[in-house]
C-alpha cells in the first residue's frame, strides 16, 4: 500500500520491472517516502562520489550527508558505455563543474570512494586508481568486504528517519516532520529503479531464492557506486 508501483506489479500483475527473484531493497525502500524532488547541493558541505569502474558500464553517484546524518543522492552518471578510466575520470569531472561548480573550490571537499578491486595491477602499466589518480582525482577504497554488510548500512539508512525543524506557521511554534535518512533526486532514475526492483537476488528453477545478488551489468554498478560511498561514509553495520 505504501508503493503504488510494486502494488501493480506484485498483486495486480502490471508490467513493471521484469525481474525474476525478491527485490534487495523489498520492504525499506518506498518510492513515495524516499524519493523527493526537493534535494539540492549544499556548497557547504563535503560532495560525496561513489565510483563503479568497468570498461562496459562504469557508474557514478553524486551524494551529500545533510545535518541530521542523511544520505542524499543528488545526481547520477549511467548513460557510459565502453570507456576506459581516463575519459570516465573526465566526463565525471565535466559533470561536476557543470552541475556544481563549487564543489571543490575555496578548500571545499570532494570526497571519492570506489571499488577496492581498482587497486589491482591491469594490463596496463598502472592500476585503475593509480590511472585515476593521474587524471587528478583520488579514489579512496574499503579493504574487500561482504557485499551483505554493506547492502545492511544502505537498508538501515533506508528505514530509519530524523525529526526536523519545520516553518513555523502562525507564531505557533515550530512543528517537526519525520524525514527519512536516505533519499534520492529523482533524476536518478537508473539508481531509483535499481533499489526498487531491478537489484535482486535470483531465483532459481527449484523455486529457492539466492543469497548473493544477480550480476546482471545493468542494475548491479549503480548500486555498487551506491554501496561503496555508504561504507565510506558510516562504516559497515554492526
Same mark, same amino acid.
Given at each position: ?11 495486480? @500483475?502490471?508490467? @513493471? ?10 520492504? !525499506?525502500?518506498? +518510492? ?15 560532495? =560525496? #562520489? ?14 551529500? *550527508?545533510?545535518?541530521? /546524518? ?6 547520477? &552518471? ?6 576506459? =578510466? ?9 559533470? *561536476?563543474? #557543470?552541475?556544481?561548480?563549487? $564543489? ?9 570512494? @570506489?571499488?577496492? $578491486?581498482?587497486?589491482?595491477? *591491469?594490463?596496463?602499466?598502472?592500476? *585503475?586508481?593509480? +590511472?585515476?589518480?593521474?587524471? /587528478? ?14 547492502? %545492511? ?14 516553518? %513555523? &506557521?502562525? /507564531? ?10 536516505? #533519499? =534520492? ?6 539508481? =531509483? ?27 548491479? !554498478? ?6 561503496? $560511498? ?9
Amino acid at each position: 500500500a505504501n508503493d503504488p508501483v510494486a502494488y501493480d506489479m506484485f498483486v495486480n @500483475g502490471l508490467d @513493471g520491472i521484469d525481474v525474476e527473484g525478491r527485490p534487495v531493497f523489498m520492504g !525499506h525502500f518506498v +518510492r513515495d517516502r524516499h524519493v523527493d524532488k526537493h534535494l539540492r547541493f549544499n556548497p557547504e558541505r563535503p560532495l =560525496i #562520489r561513489g565510483w563503479d569502474f568497468g570498461y562496459q558500464n562504469p557508474r557514478v553517484i553524486f551524494a551529500q *550527508t545533510d545535518d541530521q /546524518g542523511s544520505f542524499n543522492v543528488l545526481a547520477e &552518471i549511467s548513460h557510459l558505455q565502453e570507456v576506459f =578510466i581516463e575519459e570516465f575520470v573526465d566526463a565525471v569531472k565535466a559533470f *561536476t563543474v #557543470r552541475h556544481m561548480p563549487l $564543489a571543490g573550490t575555496a578548500g571545499r571537499t570532494i570526497q571519492d570512494f @570506489g571499488d577496492y $578491486a581498482g587497486n589491482q595491477q *591491469t594490463d596496463k602499466e598502472h592500476t *585503475t586508481l593509480q +590511472r585515476a589518480q593521474m587524471r /587528478g582525482v583520488m579514489i579512496h577504497t574499503r579493504p574487500n568486504t561482504q557485499i551483505e554488510s554493506g547492502l %545492511d548500512v544502505i537498508r538501515k539508512l533506508m528505514s530509519e528517519s530524523r525529526k526536523v525543524p519545520s516553518q %513555523d &506557521i502562525m /507564531g505557533l511554534g515550530t512543528e517537526f516532520l519525520e524525514r527519512p535518512r536516505f #533519499r =534520492i533526486h529523482p533524476r536518478c532514475e537508473e539508481l =531509483i529503479d535499481a533499489v526498487a526492483y531491478g537489484y535482486h537476488y535470483p531465483q532459481y528453477k527449484n523455486g529457492q531464492v539466492g543469497t548473493v545478488p544477480k550480476k546482471d551489468n545493468r542494475y548491479d !554498478h549503480i548500486v555498487d557506486a551506491l554501496r561503496y $560511498a555508504v561504507i565510506n561514509t558510516f562504516g559497515l553495520a554492526d
